[in-house]
């Protein structure tokens, strides 16, 4: 089940973080710190309503946001979708004990269909260049690599998909 995320959820929702951010390192992938995603972030997001998560067997096993903002490195990217008719992914974590059980994938349709819902035309998001996980189970879905972006931690590959 996927739902939106509450005040009370903040702090397991940073565990998911630190859980995918021990496991990223211990693959040699340097995306994510102490820096960055925060608790504030997190709680900021849910403040917002822009948080959702994906419960299992009722504990809280992914995070993700969804909503239209973007960081201005985006206005570089040539986007299938011209307009303002999007909805941006951002921050999406399975928890390292609940990866490899499809949720992921089940959180990125979620964003689909949310996108739909909303008469909005794509979903867009970046992805770590050293993140083959991600980059994979994203083209797989279908999302089309746009270019590519830096931030703090390097080299983000940009995805779009038309809904």
């Not at 973007?70 to 951002?90: A, K, P, Q, R, T």
Request: with cysteine; net charge negative.
């Amino acid at each position: 089940m996927i739902r939106r995320l509450t005040v009370s959820d903040a702090e397991s929702a940073l565990e998911i973080v630190k859980s995918v951010i021990t496991k990223m390192r211990a693959m040699g992938i340097d995306q994510w710190d102490e820096h960055y995603p925060t608790l504030n972030d997190i709680q900021q997001d849910i403040e917002k309503q822009h948080a959702y998560g994906f419960l299992y067997e009722y504990k809280l096993a992914g995070y993700v946001i969804f909503n239209q903002e973007y960081d201005i490195e985006y206005n570089d990217i040539e986007w299938l979708n011209c307009s303002d008719d999007f909805l941006v992914m951002h921050r999406l974590s399975v928890h390292a004990d609940f990866q490899g059980k499809g949720i992921a994938r089940q959180l990125v349709r979620f964003g689909e269909e949310l996108a739909i819902n909303y008469n909005l035309k794509s979903l867009r998001f970046d992805a770590f260049t050293e993140n083959p996980v991600s980059n994979i189970l994203y083209e797989k879905m279908g999302y089309q690599n746009l270019g590519q972006v830096t931030f703090r931690k390097g080299l983000f590959n940009c995805y779009e998909k038309m809904l």
